[in-house]
């Protein structure tokens, strides 16, 4: 098992930044890929952006050139660095890890991640 906690989301100005972080505790072997995903209410879990344990990435295109994505295999930490925060950016953001490799073309659909945090909220306003 792995547990991933999320920390660092709050509320910023359109325009604003904002750096999430998970942590992942437990069987940490386990995180090959890990990612960033959101979800408002009523609508279906997205994908922002993931990273494999060799540094790739992919990004939702919603967010390319204003989010980064980057991890640490040696503290078992992910993070988002989002700038430009825009409102429609304003969502639940949760961390999920999976054994597999991420896959190169699109971040991974939601079903395929094994592991998922409680999340944090994250706002942007206009």
């Known amino acids: 098992q792995v547990q991933l906690v999320e920390l660092g989301g709050g509320s910023v100005q359109a325009g604003g930044s904002l750096r999430l972080s998970c942590a992942a505790s437990g069987y940490t072997h386990s995180t090959g890929c890990m990612g960033w995903y959101r979800q408002a209410p009523g609508k279906e879990r997205e994908g922002v952006a993931a990273?494999?344990?060799?540094?790739?990435?992919t990004y939702a295109d919603s967010v390319k050139g204003r989010f980064t994505v980057s991890r640490d295999n040696a503290k078992n930490s992910l993070f988002l660095l989002m700038n430009n925060l825009k409102p429609e950016d304003s969502d639940m953001y949760y961390c999920a890890a999976n054994p597999d490799v991420c896959g190169a073309d699109r971040v991974p659909y939601p079903a395929s991640l094994a592991y998922w945090g409680h999340g944090t909220q994250v706002t942007a306003s206009s």
């Open positions: 990273i494999d344990s060799h540094g790739g990435t």
